[in-house]
């Protein structure tokens, strides 16, 4: 059976990321309502959010996913003080949120959900098997001014991503340090990924070139 790694995700940072690392995959976005879904889930912590998310997405492209296919769903959030904070969408949001992290550290936490539809055989198409990881990192940023805070914010940059930020991306200018896996930051761990497919009896080095 052919294998078919397919990204339930949105994101051309995690497509970059599997495409740079010689991961052959499709993409197929999910059409999860992650305001309500959280909102169901009552108080949990922005880690158990960032899983929970991961996991809602792998499982909706999962349903409509043809058998033979893997689905992997990440979701990413950003923590400083205990409270999480995803994309800002606005300007104004986007601008607060830099103007509070600037010269502190805060903690990125990107869920992992893998999904197999009858890849080995343990699994089988009607009785999907799902495994799922958490992956976090440190990230410390520079005490920026508020005129590059002004001229970030007027790229456009920080509005559709996790903690108004990326490092791959022009942020990475204001960014000090990472303590951890650079590609959590990013949005999804390949290690991680690694570790997930080897669950499922499935081997990373399958999709390279595939």
């Known amino acids: 059976m052919t294998l078919q790694l397919i990204l339930a995700s949105a994101s051309a940072a995690r497509t970059k990321l599997l495409t740079d690392a010689g991961i052959t995959h499709t993409v197929q976005v999910s059409d999860t309502d992650e305001d309500a879904l959280t909102a169901a889930a009552g108080p949990i912590t922005p880690a158990e959010t960032a899983l929970l998310l991961a996991r809602a997405k792998a499982e909706s492209v999962a349903a409509t996913a043809p058998s033979g296919s893997l689905v992997i769903g990440c979701d990413s959030v950003f923590e400083l003080d205990g409270v999480p904070y995803g994309k800002p969408w606005e300007p104004a949001i986007a601008k607060e949120r830099w103007q509070l992290m600037r010269g502190r550290s805060g903690v990125l936490h990107t869920g992992h959900w893998l999904i197999s539809l009858g890849n080995t055989a343990t699994d089988c198409a009607e009785t999907p098997v799902g495994y799922g990881e958490l992956t976090s990192a ?55 990924l690694r570790r997930l497919l080897a669950k499922h009896g499935v081997a990373i080095t399958d999709f390279w070139g595939s």
């Open 138 to 192: 440190a990230v410390t940023f520079e005490d920026v001014s508020d005129a590059e805070i002004d001229a970030y914010v007027a790229t456009g940059e920080p509005l559709h991503v996790a903690g108004a930020f990326t490092i791959d991306g022009l942020a990475g200018a204001f960014i000090t340090s990472v303590e951890g896996d650079p590609h959590t930051v990013v949005g999804l761990s390949i290690s991680t």
